[in-house]
């Protein structure tokens, strides 16, 4: 179990109080929205959207993911490793699975295209 010796403690549904030596109270909040954006960028080279609302959802996928790390890390240096680490694994693996389609969609072009008539 992790040492969360920082928190104090406070009512049940009551947002949690930091303590002035926690590393999340020395992290600016546009330190958080530019991180956001890094993760949204990477998730708009390799996910498909459409339009607005489309983006949208991206914004929402890359605020939860930066959340959920945030809330996890044990400090500022494993936050940053934690969203580096998970966005090269992203790029790694979409790069993989495109190279794929692509030997894929190469293979089967020894075929003749079919004419329509």
Not at 73 to 92: C, G, P, V, W
């Amino acid at each position: 179990m992790e040492n969360n010796s920082n928190w104090v403690a406070n009512p049940p549904g009551a947002e949690p109080v930091l303590d002035s030596n926690d590393w999340r109270s020395q992290l600016l909040a546009d330190s958080r929205g530019k991180i956001v954006n890094k993760i949204l960028e990477t998730l708009k080279k390799h996910l498909p959207f459409s339009g607005q609302e489309g983006l949208n959802e991206l914004r929402k996928i890359a605020v939860k993911f930066e959340e959920k790390i945030y809330a996890a890390a044990t400090s500022q240096s494993d936050y940053l490793r934690k969203i580096s680490h998970k966005m090269i694994t992203f790029e790694t693996r979409s790069e993989t699975n495109g190279n794929a389609m692509l030997t894929n969609s190469a293979g089967n072009s020894s075929k003749p295209p079919v004419r329509g008539v």
